[in-house]
């Protein structure tokens, strides 16, 4: 048996070379140290040794063993230190070249418009509360003074829901929600998205933002010259203060009087071009002093408050404010376009 092992200790080591491959080594280790390997087989035939050789021959089973299995760790060791030479040589890395340049994140363009647009309000006091997208009919329709068969309620087709629930047409039920649980006095904006069955074009969209606001105190204290005023500086403070503006009688359910706000055409300043179709001036929100059936429906006594309402769309402000001639550019997520405002992102910011 001495022999035996002397011959495999001799036949690996001859194979266990310098130039040895991984796949030879991982043989050697297989065939000679393995479960079923030669040199087990040798440890398992022990008990047909004589007992007086057994310590001599066990101890050349075990120097046998160790000297193998350095060799295998010595050459495998070399073999990933090799491979770990090669792979920092071909991803070398050049701390000289210049770093990758990340894009810098902003805010969408509505979205920024719309928070210029209710900083503007709160700097006038007003509170901005959010409220919410699927609503009923009667925050939605009847309690803004659409009856059942009202004809402006086929001004804004709607998305029904099942349950007798819609997407809301517009945030004039934020002034509902707010009114039904607070009692006067009240200075609110409520902005959030809305939805009427509109194809996407230039000036629509079945999905657009829009601001609600409206003041309500004691008769008397709230009139349609408050409402001239609130708008006037807001369109001065978000356009520009040499903004001129101009108040048409005009017709919402909700409102009595009603009133549509213009303001001089951004692009000629008032001296008519096609866009404002020779006229000088762009409509930009509705507006009016709320009308009684609406304070009646929230548990108001018409005799006792009074107040004004207004809502306008972030979208057309965008247009105006950004000079963008398409709706559908907003949506389109396109990042050459939407990269065209940092200035407008910075101003906004500070």
């Known amino acids: 048996m001495r022999?035996?092992?002397?011959?495999?200790?001799?036949?690996?080591?001859?194979?266990?070379?310098?130039?040895?491959?991984?796949?030879?080594?991982?043989?050697?280790?297989?065939?000679?140290?393995?479960?079923?390997?030669?040199?087990?087989?040798?440890?398992?035939?022990?008990?047909?040794?004589?007992?007086?050789?057994?310590?001599?021959?066990?101890?050349?089973?075990?120097?046998?063993?160790?000297?193998?299995?350095?060799?295998?760790?010595?050459?495998?060791?070399?073999?990933?230190?090799?491979?770990?030479?090669?792979?920092?040589?071909?991803?070398?890395?050049?701390?000289?070249?210049?770093?990758?340049?990340?894009?810098?994140?902003?805010?969408?363009?509505?979205?920024?418009?719309?928070?210029?647009?209710?900083?503007?309000?709160?700097?006038?006091?007003?509170?901005?509360?959010?409220?919410?997208?699927?609503?009923?009919?009667?925050?939605?329709?009847?309690?803004?003074?659409?009856?059942?068969?009202?004809?402006?309620?086929?001004?804004?087709?709607?998305?029904?829901?099942p349950g007798g629930m819609l997407l809301r047409t517009h945030t004039s039920n934020g002034q509902i929600r707010v009114m039904q649980h607070r009692k006067p006095p009240l200075a609110v904006v409520c902005p959030g998205n809305c939805y009427r069955r509109d194809e996407l074009s230039v000036r629509a969209s079945p999905m657009f933002g829009q601001i609600e606001g409206f003041m309500v105190d004691r008769a008397g204290r709230v009139t349609m010259a408050h409402l001239k005023g609130v708008l006037s500086e807001f369109a001065r403070a978000f356009y520009g203060p040499q903004t001129a503006v101009r108040f048409r009688a005009s017709f919402f359910p909700f409102t009595e009087p009603s009133a549509e706000l213009d303001i001089s055409c951004l692009l000629c300043a008032g001296a008519g071009c096609r866009v404002c179709k020779q006229s000088g001036w762009t409509e930009i929100l509705g507006s009016g002093m709320i009308h009684p059936n609406v304070l009646r429906k929230v548990g108001y006594d018409p005799a006792e408050y009074q107040g004004f309402a207004f809502g306008m769309g972030v979208e057309r402000q965008a247009l105006l404010k950004l000079g963008v001639d398409d709706m559908r550019l907003f949506f389109e997520n396109d990042l050459r376009f939407l990269g065209q405002f940092p200035s407008f992102a910075a101003r906004s910011a500070s």
């Open 3 to 161: 022999e035996q092992l002397e011959a495999l200790r001799a036949a690996a080591l001859a194979e266990l070379g310098d130039r040895a491959s991984a796949e030879q080594i991982e043989a050697v280790r297989v065939r000679v140290l393995g479960r079923g390997g030669e040199l087990t087989e040798v440890m398992r035939r022990m008990r047909e040794v004589p007992a007086a050789e057994r310590p001599a021959i066990g101890q050349l089973v075990n120097q046998v063993k160790r000297e193998i299995e350095s060799r295998l760790e010595a050459l495998q060791e070399r073999q990933r230190a090799a491979a770990l030479a090669r792979s920092l040589g071909e991803a070398r890395l050049d701390v000289t070249l210049p770093g990758a340049r990340i894009p810098r994140g902003r805010l969408h363009p509505l979205t920024l418009v719309m928070e210029q647009m209710l900083d503007i309000f709160a700097s006038m006091g007003f509170e901005v509360a959010a409220t919410q997208d699927v609503e009923d009919d009667f925050h939605n329709f009847e309690a803004l003074n659409f009856p059942p068969d009202h004809p402006a309620r086929e001004m804004q087709d709607t998305f029904f829901l």
